[in-house]
């Protein structure tokens, strides 16, 4: 199995050309084949001897992961389906936005948190990911990156980390790193790490505020409570540019009533941030229901008597299978 090239930085790349026999400033000649110009293959590299060349493909490849499925929503989302070398599927989900292309990236095949509420979970854990960019036919249109797709980011952090650098640093996509967003359950020790170590936007799946009730739906708040994972971050500053959303499912009869919106209140009091009410979306063998749009309205209208900045987020992709929390891997053999 041949190395992936996506992925590494200048430094590696020379490393690489010098052990291929090429000049050390062949590195960056492929670092801006594979940022700027998004290739496929080491053959489109042409400023490299053709020499050069074939000795790269000897032991490496752009490696690009091919869609091997796409599908539209009837709102303009489109679904896209890879498939591992191992044969794991992964989905990424592109979501138009008047001029805006968000791409939901995911940083695992399957997941191991276990949220009982999430079909990627459900699945189990398969891999880590090396996330890419490149492969969407909008690849060149897009303008902003979540890593909330399947998996757990901050499981996965050594390799998420290097995908933002590809899109941040000036030798790659050079972007904004307001442009990119990180969607954790509170992986407490990687949160640190992702705090100090990134610029980029932050979400957290809160839920519940009530620790015993988030426990039933979310196995992490064992290990890494939501409290703690408020404390820290009330330690850093989001009055700024860089901001902190909390992302909270709401689940009929289960975290819906005033007394969670006033424990959730109290819970975020003093930390610059929003909230971002999603409607849930109905899966298989799953005690609770869809809110309605009223109480959905009534809930958000509490949190901001309350004085949080709340959201109802509009919900995109549910006819294909591409809204928050459906994402599966399910690939149609044949």
């Not at 307001?178 to 936007?201: A, F, M, Q, W």
Request: proline share 4%.
């Amino acid at each position: 199995m041949k190395t992936r090239l996506l992925g590494l930085g200048p430094d590696q790349l020379k490393d690489i050309a010098t052990e291929c026999g090429l000049p050390r400033f062949a590195g960056g000649q492929m670092a801006r084949w594979l940022y700027s110009k998004r290739v496929r293959s080491i053959d489109a590299m042409t400023d490299i001897s053709l020499e050069g060349r074939e000795r790269l493909k000897e032991k490496y490849e752009v490696g690009t992961m091919l869609p091997v499925e796409v599908q539209t929503s009837a709102d303009g989302t489109r679904k896209y389906l890879f498939l591992t070398e191992k044969g794991d599927a992964v989905e990424a989900v592109m979501i138009p936005d008047g001029e805006r292309r968000t791409l939901c990236v995911s940083s695992q095949a399957g997941c191991k948190m276990g949220c009982r509420f999430c079909m990627t979970g459900r699945g189990g854990f398969h891999a880590q990911l090396a996330s890419s960019v490149f492969a969407v036919d909008e690849a060149a249109e897009l303008t902003n990156a979540v890593f909330m797709g399947m998996g757990e980011p901050l499981d996965n952090w050594e390799e998420v980390k290097k995908a933002m650098e590809v899109l941040t640093a000036p030798w790659g996509l050079a972007w904004s790193p307001k442009r990119l967003t990180l969607s954790t359950i509170g992986v407490l020790p990687n949160l640190k790490r992702y705090l100090d170590e990134s610029k980029c936007h932050l979400a957290v799946s809160l839920h519940n505020p009530f620790p015993k009730e988030r426990l039933e739906l979310m196995p992490v708040e064992k290990a890494w409570p939501v409290r703690e994972v408020v404390n820290l971050l009330k330690h850093y500053d989001f009055s700024g540019q860089r901001r902190v959303s909390f992302e909270y499912t709401v689940f009929s009869g289960w975290n819906d009533s005033p007394r969670h919106a006033d424990e959730l209140i109290r819970l975020l009091r003093g930390l610059e941030c929003r909230v971002n009410l999603i409607r849930f979306h109905q899966i298989p063998d799953f005690p609770y229901k869809t809110l309605s749009q009223r109480s959905m309205e009534a809930f958000r209208d509490r949190l901001t008597e309350g004085g949080l900045t709340a959201t109802i987020r509009a919900s995109r992709g549910e006819d294909i299978m591409a809204a928050c929390g459906l994402l599966a891997g399910k690939h149609k053999e044949g």
